[in-house]
């Protein structure tokens, strides 16, 4: 068999379509998580924290000298992804809550039994008497 019959039996099996299809409703997701974030969540924990920028805090391993620029640690940075982080883990987490939740309760629901199970009791029924 050939490297390219390999490759277009490996390209178009079901599974790799299906991850392709996750990895682009993966991205999407991403964006809105991202949204959700930065527009809805970061505004008014940004009032109530009173709009403190992590980003701005820095540690200065050597001054700026004529012409060269200072050299920081920007631990800062790094503590504003880590809260970042954490918001959009617990977002997510909640979303994915109330998905499940909603799961849960569909599949409480009972269904109705097939057609043909009713007829049998029907015909049980009837014999019975």
């Known amino acids: ?3 390219i019959t390999e ?3 490996f390209a178009i099996k079901g599974n790799m379509i299906d991850m392709a299809v996750g990895i682009v409703i993966g991205a999407a997701f991403g964006k809105i998580v991202s949204s959700l974030v930065a527009d809805i969540i970061m505004p008014p924990l ?3 924290i009173g709009g403190v920028d992590f980003s701005a805090l820095v540690y200065v391993l050597k001054e700026a000298t004529n012409g060269t620029e200072a050299v920081t640690l920007d631990y800062g940075v790094f503590i504003q992804h880590v809260v970042d982080f954490v918001i959009v883990a617990f977002a997510i987490f909640v979303v994915v809550k ?6 849960k309760k569909e599949e409480a629901k009972p269904s109705a039994p097939p057609r043909d199970v009713v007829l049998l009791e029907e015909i049980r029924d009837l014999l019975k008497k």
């Open 7 to 9: 490759f277009k039996q």
């Open 98 to 103: 109330l998905i499940n939740s909603a799961k």
């Open 46 to 48: 940004g009032l109530l």
């Open 1 to 3: 068999m050939g490297m």
